[in-house]
């Protein structure tokens, strides 16, 4: 059973820092890529950041690029996301995700980040 759980969100003032991690199992994701999305109260689900095992490439959104950073560890099945320089408007339920090159996508069940003084 492919699993994907998100930790390390939390409560963060206005300039400061987190780090989310995503712990993938269930199965091998050398194949896969890897990303974050965030959904903020009456928004809808939108793009962040993505990894891709294959070619190693990186994406953002614009609105996080130069503050946020995906990684991932020696193990390829954890991925990471550094956020910083936080403001309010990152404020969001974060999700991470995985879709295979077959096309099979998984989601975890999302961490909260809130950003406030």
């Known amino acids: 059973q492919v699993q994907l759980v998100e930790s390390g969100g939390g409560l963060v003032q206005p300039g400061g820092s987190l780090r989310l991690s995503c712990a993938a199992s269930?199965?091998?994701?050398?194949?896969?890529?890897m990303g974050w999305f965030r959904q903020a109260p009456g928004k809808e689900r939108e793009f962040v950041a993505r990894?891709?095992?294959?070619?190693?490439?990186?994406d953002y959104s614009d609105s996080v690029k130069g503050r946020f950073t995906i990684s991932r560890d020696n193990a390829p099945n954890a991925v990471y996301l550094q956020m910083n320089s936080l403001k309010p408007e990152d404020t969001a339920v974060y999700y991470c995700?995985?879709?295979?090159?077959?096309?099979?996508?998984?989601w975890g069940q999302g961490t909260q980040v809130t950003v406030s003084s």
């Open positions: 269930g199965r091998t994701f050398s194949s896969y890529s």
């Open positions: 995700r995985a879709i295979g090159m077959g096309g099979d996508d998984y």
């Open positions: 990894f891709s095992w294959s070619t190693g490439r990186t």
